[in-house]
């Protein structure tokens, strides 16, 4: 079996030596494919990505247990930047475009950790404005001024323009429109099937992300309780009722995974 592109192994995140946050997460993203993970809001996803771009030192928490590993390499010590020059881009959650500036020159800062000619970086920007048509038309355009679905765009298009192999995505569908969001996940698959990015996405949308992804994990209290293919999970009855909002079941008790006696979760933290 091939290793994965990156394999996330036990990790347990603590912030302020003192908030246990994640419990135990593994989780592997193959070459080539767009990996979901997902859970309520508060239930580890940002972390766990900020853990993997090494982001959370800024946020006082650390990486107390466990290893991350890209392409077979220890990465949990390197600096954000190390990160990026390796080609793991985080497009963080809220979009943070550079409001002062115009769409392009935010796409452009994507590309300033690249030893590329202007050659180089024009054909890129030419490249990502094919996936984007909406972000040509708006090239000119300060970002500030932009609607919500464009300045997410404009954020995975800049991290594009750095080349990366992975794309880290937090909460890519957060305040925008249904028909936005589905605009958004399908450049997403665009990317991934025709330049091979893998991506792995936070999304709190279960239902729109299982369409999009090939596999998926689920979160809940900072522990992973359900992983598999998204074809899988979108027919289980778990999580339809309790992430999909369709249920077969009329017990009004049943709250979350823990109480679900039926349930049963491959234990993947240590006792």
């Not at 079996?1 to 593994?26: C, F, Q, R, W």
Request: with cysteine.
């Amino acid at each position: 079996m091939t290793s994965p592109l990156l394999a996330v192994n036990n990790i347990e995140v603590i912030y302020d030596h003192v908030i246990l946050v994640l419990k135990g997460v593994s989780l592997e993203v193959p070459k080539g494919k767009v990996v979901a993970l997902l859970g309520a809001n508060g239930a580890g996803k940002s972390t766990t990505l900020k853990a993997i771009s090494n982001l959370l030192a800024a946020e006082r928490g650390d990486v107390t247990k466990g290893n991350i590993l890209y392409k077979g390499d220890r990465i949990d010590k390197l600096s954000p930047n190390a990160l990026v020059t390796r080609g793991v881009i985080q497009v963080m959650e809220g979009r943070h475009c550079f409001a002062h500036l115009s769409i392009e020159d935010n796409l452009l800062t994507g590309a300033y950790t690249r030893r590329a000619s202007r050659t180089e970086i024009n054909q890129d920007l030419e490249k990502i404005y094919d996936f984007f048509p909406r972000l040509k038309m708006r090239r000119k355009s300060q970002a500030a001024y932009t609607s919500g679905g464009e300045q997410q765009m404009c954020a995975i298009g800049r991290a594009m323009m750095a080349r990366p192999e992975m794309i880290l995505l937090d909460e890519p569908s957060m305040g925008l429109a249904p028909q936005i969001v589905e605009e958004v996940f399908e450049i997403v698959k665009d990317l991934n099937q025709r330049e091979q990015v893998s991506f792995l996405l936070a999304e709190q949308n279960t239902m729109v992300a299982l369409r999009y992804c090939d596999y998926g994990y689920i979160l809940e209290n900072g522990r992973i309780v359900m992983d598999g293919a998204a074809q899988d999970l979108r027919d289980n009855e778990d999580v339809k009722e309790f992430y999909l909002g369709i249920s077969t079941n009329d017990d009004a008790q049943r709250k979350s995974f823990k109480d679900v006696k039926s349930y049963r979760r491959r234990k993947r933290w240590l006792s």
